[in-house]
């Protein structure tokens, strides 16, 4: 039987030698090991850093165990005291601190005691000098573009207090009686003793 005509295929042979499948075996080839030859396993790099950082925390992590386990210890010929008994600036630091939580707390005591009383007082100072409408209320006023008027009566009626305390200065009564007792004696001796104008005879 006679061999059949096999015809030339030109884009065929392209394919095989020059194509992409080519190339992958070229490569494929160019990495593979020639026959005795030994290869070792090599970690990329930026595997290799991280490994490697890994690797030197873990170093220092152990290092700083053993430095708090030998701290306590005594060394070679090294003798601790058995003295308890912390420093003489320890024990002050601690009273220092002592003292100042118990004077917060006492003034975060008075302060809750005394707030509503403060506020009222406070209250009361801003309405004698003349503060007396309500802030929402002159607020409003004074947007919409209308007065707020304030008759201030109050400083009057606190003067007739006042003045009233300055005329009646507060002072001592002295009423000499018995062992010959004198208002002649007594009221001079006084006065020299005790500021000006604070004796006066109960007579």
């Given at each position: 039987?006679?061999?059949?005509?096999?015809?030339?295929?030109?884009?065929?042979?392209?394919?095989?030698?020059?194509?992409?499948?080519?190339?992958?075996?070229?490569?494929?080839?160019?990495?593979?090991?020639?026959?005795?030859?030994?290869?070792?396993?090599?970690?990329?790099?930026?595997?290799?850093?991280?490994?490697?950082?890994?690797?030197?925390?873990?170093?220092?992590?152990?290092?700083?165990?053993?430095?708090?386990?030998?701290?306590?210890?005594?060394?070679?010929?090294?003798?601790?005291?058995?003295?308890?008994?912390?420093?003489?600036?320890?024990?002050?630091?601690?009273?220092?601190?002592?003292?100042?939580?118990?004077?917060?707390?006492?003034?975060?005591?008075a302060a809750e005691?005394?707030?509503?009383?403060?506020?009222?007082?406070?209250?009361?100072?801003?309405?004698?000098?003349?503060?007396?409408?309500?802030?929402?209320?002159?607020?409003?006023?004074?947007?919409?573009?209308?007065?707020?008027?304030?008759?201030?009566?109050?400083?009057?009626?606190?003067?007739q207090v006042t003045?009233?305390?300055?005329?009646?200065?507060?002072?001592?009564?002295?009423?000499?009686?018995?062992?010959?007792?004198?208002?002649?004696?007594?009221?001079?001796?006084?006065?020299?003793?005790?500021?000006?104008?604070?004796?006066?005879?109960?007579?």
């Open positions: 039987m006679p061999p059949k005509h096999i015809k030339f295929d030109l884009e065929a042979v392209r394919k095989v030698t020059m194509g992409p499948e080519a190339q992958g075996r070229k490569a494929h080839n160019q990495h593979r090991p020639q026959p005795g030859e030994i290869r070792t396993a090599e970690t990329p790099p930026p595997e290799r850093d991280r490994l490697d950082r890994a690797l030197s925390r873990a170093h220092e992590a152990s290092l700083s165990q053993q430095e708090l386990a030998a701290k306590d210890k005594p060394r070679a010929g090294e003798i601790f005291s058995a003295s308890t008994e912390p420093p003489d600036e320890e024990v002050k630091r601690e009273a220092v601190r002592k003292f100042l939580q118990l004077a917060v707390e006492r003034f975060k005591l005691a005394t707030a509503a009383s403060r506020a009222e007082a406070l209250d009361d100072l801003e309405f004698r000098i003349g503060k007396q409408w309500p802030a929402d209320i002159e607020k409003q006023r004074t947007i919409d573009g209308r007065p707020c008027l304030t008759m201030n009566r109050l400083p009057q009626f606190i003067r003045n009233e305390q300055r005329q009646q200065r507060p002072a001592i009564q002295v009423n000499p009686v018995g062992d010959g007792a004198d208002t002649d004696i007594t009221i001079p001796h006084l006065s020299s003793v005790l500021p000006l104008g604070l004796a006066t005879g109960g007579f």
